[in-house]
């Protein structure tokens, strides 16, 4: 990975922390996008600490808010020229149902729509430094998940795991809808399943999930196992070639029935498209 830019999501925490540490232990320049400033500067402290010398760097934005994924993806794009991997991977489960200020709710904005508004604004810098990658952490918490195209916003039917279940589906389907979109351009887009894993997702979900999962921890893998397949995207040269797959202990997996559907996913490109006010 040396010499290689890698834009990652979500780092200030977990999985993504730990898989931005050994990327930076791999040789690579960390872009990272979080949104507290504290968390930010620690985890840059210690990018920098694995690699002195490497100019890491952080933008900040809430990505939650489109006006925020937009401005951020711009600000990046402006200050690097090459893009070699871009990591979405920030993530949130909450317990029950807010809407933000641009009107949407709050997991979908926050777990799809960043990856979406993210990768369109980055979308000519991986195409200008190809061969590169786009990864998207999904999860297998999208097994079950149906998605209703007339109540993408879950307003009717809303439960914290079922939600967070819908949009690590979209995870799989805008993978698969970009993969498309973006064959025989050197550009790769794939998506991964962790693992159970140990972190402080779910710490802050409230109510019955936050409890569940307390009591789940203890059998979960550690944030270096969980983070062994994002890295395998990021700078392994097997994965190189490939591009629209859902993977899982750095191997292609089969996801849901519902996940494979090709018709879906372009019909949640080109809503995800209208909401945040992209071309699609
Ligand atoms: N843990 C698991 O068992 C598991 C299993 C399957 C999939 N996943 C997926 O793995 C990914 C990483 O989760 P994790 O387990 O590492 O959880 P985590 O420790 O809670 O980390 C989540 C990261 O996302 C960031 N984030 C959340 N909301 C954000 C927002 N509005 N704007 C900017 N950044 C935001 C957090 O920032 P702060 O530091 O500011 O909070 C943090 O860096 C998620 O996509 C999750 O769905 C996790």
């Known amino acids: 990975m040396e010499g290689k830019v890698v834009v990652i999501t979500g780092a200030t925490s977990g999985i993504g922390q730990v898989a931005a540490e050994k990327l930076a232990g791999l040789g690579a320049r960390l872009v990272l996008v979080a ?13 920098a600490a694995i690699a002195p010398g490497v100019a890491h760097s952080i933008h900040y934005a809430d990505l939650s808010r489109v006006a925020q994924m937009k401005q951020v993806a711009a600000e990046i794009a402006a200050a690097e020229p090459r893009l070699d991997v871009l990591i979405n991977n920030a993530g949130a489960l ?15 904005a926050t777990n799809h729509l960043s990856y979406f508004v993210l990768t369109d604004g980055l979308r000519q810098r991986l195409l200008a430094s190809a061969p590169s990658r786009a990864i998207n952490t999904s999860s297998d918490a999208h097994g079950r998940a149906r998605l209703d195209f007339d109540d993408l916003q879950s307003a009717r039917d809303y439960g914290g795991f079922k939600v967070y279940g819908r949009s690590k589906l979209c995870n799989i389907l805008f993978t698969r809808e970009l993969a498309r979109r973006l064959a025989g351009t050197g550009v790769t887009a794939n998506c991964l399943h962790p693992g159970f894993v140990d972190t402080r997702f779910g710490d802050h979900s409230g109510g019955a999930f936050s409890y569940v999962i307390r009591l789940a921890k203890p059998f979960a893998i550690s944030p270096e196992k969980g983070a062994q397949t994002l890295v ?9 070639n490939v591009s629209g797959q859902y993977f899982y202990k750095c191997r292609p997996a089969a996801p849901s029935p519902a996940a494979q559907d090709d018709a879906a996913a372009r019909r949640l490109w080109l809503e995800s498209a209208r909401l945040a006010g992209v071309e699609p």
């Open 232 to 240: 395998y995207l990021a700078s392994s040269p097997e994965a190189e």
């Open 35 to 47: 949104r507290d400033k504290a968390r930010g500067e620690a985890t840059l402290a210690r990018l």
């Open 94 to 108: 909450f317990g029950s149902r807010q809407v933000t200020e641009d009107g949407l709710e709050l997991t979908f």
